[in-house]
Structure formats: C-alpha cells, structure tokens
C-alpha cells in the first residue's frame, strides 16, 4: 500500500515570496503522484501530475514539482506566489505497477496562506 | 457528461433519516471514489470502485454507509439513520488507467 506525507499544516508566506510545500510518499513499487488544490469552498483541482518522463513537472498558474525517487518526494515549488494561490493543497500518489492507477492516496493537505 | 456530476448539491435531512446522494462520472472512466471533508479538514477515503472488482470498502466508518456503482457507472452513497457527525461535503471522484482524479463539486450534507 502507499502512503503520503504532508509535514506542513499550514504554511504563511508573504506575496511574491517563493514557497515549497513538501510531499514524501511511500510505496514499494512504481508511482504516480499528483498535487491537486482546492479553492475556498470549490472543489478539487488537478495542479499537476508525474506519470512518467521528466522529473521535472511544470503544472497550471506558475507551479512545478519535482520528482526525486530517491528521497521519495514530490515537492511543490513556485518561485512568486500572489494572493489569489491561498488554499488548500493535497499531494497524492497511485501505484503505477500494473500500467493502470491504483487506488489514489491523499495525503493531509497543506493550507498555504498568502498574505501582502 | 463533460466532468463528475454529483446530486444533490446540497441536502438537508433531519438526524435518523436515511439519504442517497448520486455521482455520475466522467464517461469511459473505470475508477470512482468517494471521499468526506469535514469542515476545514483534509479528505477522507471511503470507498474505491475499479472495473469490475470488489470495492474497497475499507474507509467506510459504520454498517450505516454503503454504496453502489451500477452498470461500471452512476454511483449511489447511501447513509442510514443520519447522525450530526455525518454532516460533511461529500465527494465524488473519476478517473482512467493513468489515475488522474477529476472530482464533482460535492454534496454537501447538513443533519439536524
């Protein structure tokens, strides 16, 4: 079975700062991994996916994340964050062992809190 | 349809009553979930449908919750005699062979 670790709760971060928000996962086969956010009282959104490729993935409104197998994570990084980024943040994995998805796994979610 | 389409949007239902509450998923898409988010919390699995195979049920809190996914498509979370603890958005999740989640808005479902 897979896992996913979301180590922020919450992270504050002032307008046009950088930001990382951290995912490690465990799993003991091959993996799919995503970041999804969720806008105050919307639903979820996909931000981005790695399912194979470039470990460098680049998503929607100035995102990426990059894939390190070897340290088991999937960090989320923009270089200058604006307001309208403040929500919720879930990171999530799949096992990729069979060629199709396995269950998703979300982790706890990271609320980021973009201040002026 | 073109995205997960869930039903009611919002529910309202007295504590003890029994509810349904319909997702229908992107079609072609052999994978649904369903999840709850408590206020200001994270998702909470509660079952996993995938082609024909047994669910995984392993999320569900109580014999009170089951669900259905009838024909590989529409699926149907049934909550019996409603508790205040149950009061939660809902939602439904699809996805294909690559895993990709696309989720409906929810339901949100409030027991007084």
């Known amino acids: 079975a897979q896992s996913v670790t979301q180590l922020d709760s919450q992270v504050p971060v002032f307008e046009e700062a950088p930001v990382e928000l951290r995912c490690n996962y465990s799993?003991?086969?091959?993996?799919?991994l995503f970041w999804y956010v969720q806008y105050p009282n919307q639903g979820l959104q996909l931000l981005l996916k790695?399912?194979?490729?470039?470990?460098l993935v680049k998503g929607i409104n100035g995102f990426e994340a990059e894939f390190n197998k070897s340290q088991t994570s999937f960090h989320l990084r923009k270089p200058s964050v604006h307001i309208s980024d403040t929500a919720e943040y879930f990171c999530?994995?799949?096992?990729?062992?069979?060629?199709?998805?396995?269950?998703?796994?979300f982790g706890t979610g990271t609320r980021l809190q973009v201040t002026l | 349809g073109a995205g997960v389409s869930q039903s009611p949007s919002n529910k309202v239902t007295e504590k003890g009553k029994d509810v349904e509450l319909r997702c229908d998923p992107i079609?072609?898409?052999?994978?649904l979930y369903w999840y709850r988010q408590s206020l200001g919390q994270g998702l909470e699995f509660l079952i996993y449908?995938?082609?024909?195979?047994?669910?995984?049920k392993s999320g569900l809190p109580s014999d009170r919750f089951s669900a259905e996914r009838t024909g590989g498509s529409v699926s149907t979370l049934t909550i019996q005699r409603t508790q205040q603890e149950d009061s939660a958005v809902y939602l439904c999740?699809?996805?294909?062979?690559?895993?990709?989640?696309?989720f409906g808005q929810g339901t949100r479902l409030t027991v007084v």
């Open positions: 999740a699809s996805s294909s062979y690559s895993g990709v989640a696309f």
């Open positions: 799993s003991s086969v091959s993996v799919y």
């Open positions: 790695y399912l194979s490729g470039s470990t």
């Open positions: 999530a994995v799949s096992a990729s062992s069979t060629g199709t998805a396995s269950k998703l796994t």
């Open positions: 079609s072609g898409h052999t994978a």
């Open positions: 449908f995938q082609g024909n195979s047994a669910p995984d």
